[in-house]
């Protein structure tokens, strides 16, 4: 593996588990069992290490969100394609947990968290679109856009709900609890099939946790 | 106006117009043209302010929500119970924008911030229980603490969602914005009303708008 790559993911692993805001570049190195000149070599401090993760996770998302197109044609397509993506955001999660402090101090990702939270809202607009087109929902146009606005929060504010709420699931529980949450918004808009529909998504949530 | 009062209406104003991260004692004191001896008299630091102002919101928050039992009998009723929670909180908005970061900054807060959320969530059940009792709305037991959940997050998110999103409505916007959006949360529960509570409550945020 490359020393760069090296770096980048012990990086991501230190400020997952212990929080970015208070590693510095000689915590990082000290991770690393290199010296700081020797990581200085490959990355000039922090700030850069973490616009090189911000890199990695744009592009993983890029390819995620841009796959909304098409390949979405069931209600468990639907399941698996938001699990995947909270999946990633999951690797990710020292961006998300306090996103607004994120921006605050690291202001040029602002605008680039902005383009991945409106690539989210298309990716959302996407799969609804063709859940409606395949007849699966029936949403009243005037209720839409809350409904997108209510998932797209759910996508983003997930890890600080659950930050805060100081609960003490492990991650594949939190995620698949959130999958859960997002597609319950769906149900009150399949009429008659919701109920089944409903019965499908709290069975597949009780087997996923037995797994 | 006491002394004491005044310090803590100044460091409201200060914290909700720059943010409260940034600034220190002596910006505090600054900004009530008094040395910051004298504010070290009435106030030892920064952090005793801070708790003093969660106090204050602590204190209005619990007299707001207890109200939701019985006061509640309309979806009139529950939009403005909304705009007051919403108006609450957004008079102490700092709180808000970055809540995960002031936990952690503050931990003497963190669990006075799950009681207030727990009041919260307590309010939404009991708001929806009446509408249920009064037949308003008629939620699937399955489906509501998917509901509360996705309310909950509303009305603990919205400033954190409005700054990432960058948006620049003004207050009394955005106030509005938010309780169309939590309001229309219940219209898929509302049956054959739903329409026409809809119509009501787009109209209602139009002329609100005007106003």
């Known amino acids: 593996m490359k020393t760069r790559d090296r770096i980048?993911?012990?990086?991501?692993?230190?400020?997952?588990?212990?929080?970015?805001?208070?590693?510095?570049a000689v915590d990082i190195a000290n991770a690393l069992d290199m010296s700081p000149g020797n990581l200085y070599y490959h990355f000039k401090g922090k700030e850069p290490i973490i616009e090189a993760l911000f890199d990695r996770f744009e592009e993983e998302m890029q390819i995620i969100l841009g796959g909304s197109h098409g390949?979405?044609?069931?209600?468990?397509?639907?399941?698996?394609?938001?699990?995947?993506?909270?999946?990633?955001?999951?690797?990710?999660?020292?961006?998300?947990?306090?996103?607004?402090?994120?921006?605050?101090?690291?202001?040029?990702?602002?605008?680039?968290?902005?383009?991945?939270?409106?690539?989210?809202?298309?990716?959302i607009d996407n799969v609804l679109s063709q859940l409606e087109k395949r007849g699966f929902v029936d949403i009243d146009r005037r209720l839409?856009?809350?409904?997108?606005?209510?998932?797209?929060?759910?996508?983003?504010?997930?890890?600080?709900?659950?930050?805060?709420?100081?609960?003490?699931?492990?991650?594949?529980?939190?995620?698949?609890?959130?999958?859960?949450?997002?597609?319950?918004?769906?149900?009150?808009?399949?009429?008659?099939?919701?109920?089944d529909a409903l019965d499908g998504m709290l069975e597949r949530r009780r087997d996923l946790m037995k797994a």
């Open 71 to 123: 390949a979405v044609t069931s209600i468990e397509d639907n399941w698996i394609f938001v699990y995947i993506v909270l999946e990633e955001i999951y690797d990710f999660r020292f961006f998300y947990r306090n996103v607004g402090d994120m921006m605050e101090r690291y202001p040029g990702l602002a605008h680039r968290f902005r383009k991945i939270l409106a690539m989210k809202r298309q990716a």
């Open 144 to 195: 839409r856009p809350a409904l997108v606005q209510q998932m797209l929060s759910t996508l983003t504010f997930w890890l600080s709900h659950d930050l805060i709420e100081g609960s003490d699931r492990d991650g594949p529980s939190l995620i698949h609890d959130t999958v859960l949450q997002f597609m319950l918004l769906v149900v009150p808009y399949m009429g008659e099939a919701g109920a």
């Open 8 to 24: 980048l993911d012990v990086s991501l692993e230190l400020f997952n588990a212990e929080g970015e805001a208070k590693q510095t």
